[in-house]
């Protein structure tokens, strides 16, 4: 048993990345009932990112992934907000500690998860990856139109203000596309899948949007509708700002959009692609400390 769930009753969490993501995370994790942020780490001490977390109250480190291996008591829980390239090696350096690893970059190194999905799936995992924030938006309802109905071509038009999109996530744009594609091939059984990243420059900020394009057989506005508002109050129990701004069915084709704005928390409203990721994250991460609380700190087998 970890030191700091005997101090807290809650299990250990420690984020390792504090730039746009990372931040807004560490946030949320501070008002969680099963979670103990414990740590921010990143490489330099002058990042304005680790600055703001310190004002938080929360103990920070510089060394990256050595701070969090050389930790007296090791993190029953890490969420990686670094990079795709780097989680490879954060994951294999991290196994021996038994933490859970959380990771919020299109790595495709871990299981791919979405909560509403197959949010179960992080009790036999120990590395989740969260996909992107395009999946997370897109995935609950394009797998719920997909049990419905025979689909033949997806297309997932994501736009996120450039001022939401941190410079880790511009590093993965290549690795953005890819996963998102891969996701929704994955929880669809779709082959043929678009996946499409604006970053936009617009003032004011535009909010986070999500356009899908599904081309199907027999899809009927009544079916789509219902598929889409169920998936959507799934959602909506962790990501309040998600919402259908459109669904039109029309001769084999079906267009939703969507729109996510931010809880407000260290982020702007318009800010809901580092919203809806996070909150996946968090809530997977919970749905663990429910069933592992008894026994944190365990290794996993």
């Given at each position: 048993?970890?030191?700091?769930?005997?101090?807290?009753g809650?299990?250990s969490?420690?984020?390792?990345?504090?730039?746009?993501?990372?931040?807004?995370?560490?946030?949320?994790?501070?008002?969680?009932?099963?979670?103990?942020?414990?740590?921010?780490?990143?490489?330099?001490?002058?990042?304005?990112?680790?600055?703001?977390?310190?004002?938080?109250?929360?103990?920070?480190?510089?060394?990256?992934?050595?701070?969090?291996?050389?930790?007296?008591d090791?993190?029953?829980?890490?969420?990686?907000?670094?990079?795709?390239v780097?989680?490879?090696?954060?994951?294999?350096?991290?196994?021996?500690?038994?933490?859970?690893?959380?990771?919020?970059?299109?790595?495709?190194?871990?299981?791919?998860v979405?909560p509403?999905?197959?949010?179960?799936?992080v009790?036999?995992?120990?590395?989740i990856?969260?996909?992107?924030?395009?999946?997370?938006?897109?995935?609950?309802?394009?797998?719920?139109?997909?049990?419905?109905?025979?689909?033949?071509?997806?297309?997932?038009?994501?736009?996120?203000?450039?001022?939401?999109?941190?410079?880790?996530?511009?590093?993965?744009?290549?690795?953005?596309?890819?996963?998102?594609?891969?996701?929704?091939r994955?929880?669809?059984?779709?082959?043929?899948?678009?996946?499409?990243?604006?970053?936009?420059?617009?003032?004011?900020?535009?909010t986070?949007?999500?356009a899908?394009?599904?081309?199907?057989q027999?899809?009927?506005?009544?079916?789509?509708?219902?598929?889409?508002?169920?998936?959507?109050?799934?959602?909506r129990?962790?990501a309040?700002?998600?919402?259908?701004?459109?669904?039109?069915?029309?001769?084999?084709?079906?267009l939703?959009?969507?729109?996510?704005?931010?809880?407000?928390?260290?982020?702007p409203?318009?800010?809901?692609?580092?919203?809806?990721?996070?909150?996946?994250?968090?809530?997977?991460?919970?749905?663990y400390?429910?069933?592992?609380?008894?026994?944190?700190?365990?290794?996993?087998?």
């Amino acid at each position: 048993m970890s030191t700091a769930r005997k101090r807290s009753g809650r299990l250990s969490a420690a984020v390792l990345g504090a730039g746009l993501i990372g931040v807004d995370l560490a946030a949320k994790i501070m008002r969680s009932r099963s979670l103990d942020c414990r740590l921010v780490v990143a490489r330099d001490d002058d990042t304005p990112g680790l600055r703001h977390a310190a004002r938080l109250g929360l103990p920070t480190a510089t060394g990256g992934l050595q701070s969090l291996v050389d930790a007296t008591d090791p993190f029953d829980v890490v969420f990686d907000a670094t990079s795709a390239v780097s989680h490879a090696e954060h994951a294999e350096r991290l196994k021996p500690f038994g933490t859970m690893l959380v990771d919020l970059t299109p790595s495709k190194v871990g299981r791919m998860v979405v909560p509403t999905v197959n949010g179960a799936d992080v009790l036999e995992h120990g590395d989740i990856n969260m996909i992107s924030c395009g999946g997370q938006a897109s995935i609950p309802i394009l797998h719920a139109i997909a049990r419905r109905h025979r689909i033949d071509y997806v297309e997932v038009v994501a736009t996120a203000a450039s001022l939401s999109v941190g410079r880790s996530t511009r590093l993965n744009l290549d690795e953005y596309i890819e996963t998102t594609q891969d996701a929704v091939r994955e929880f669809t059984g779709v082959k043929d899948v678009k996946a499409i990243l604006n970053v936009s420059p617009a003032k004011p900020p535009a909010t986070f949007r999500v356009a899908m394009s599904v081309l199907g057989q027999e899809l009927t506005a009544e079916s789509v509708r219902a598929a889409v508002t169920t998936a959507t109050e799934s959602v909506r129990a962790f990501a309040g700002g998600f919402q259908v701004t459109a669904c039109v069915v029309d001769d084999g084709k079906a267009l939703i959009a969507i729109e996510v704005t931010s809880s407000g928390d260290r982020i702007p409203r318009y800010a809901g692609n580092l919203d809806i990721i996070n909150s996946a994250a968090l809530h997977v991460a919970e749905l663990y400390a429910a069933a592992h609380l008894p026994t944190a700190g365990a290794v996993m087998s």
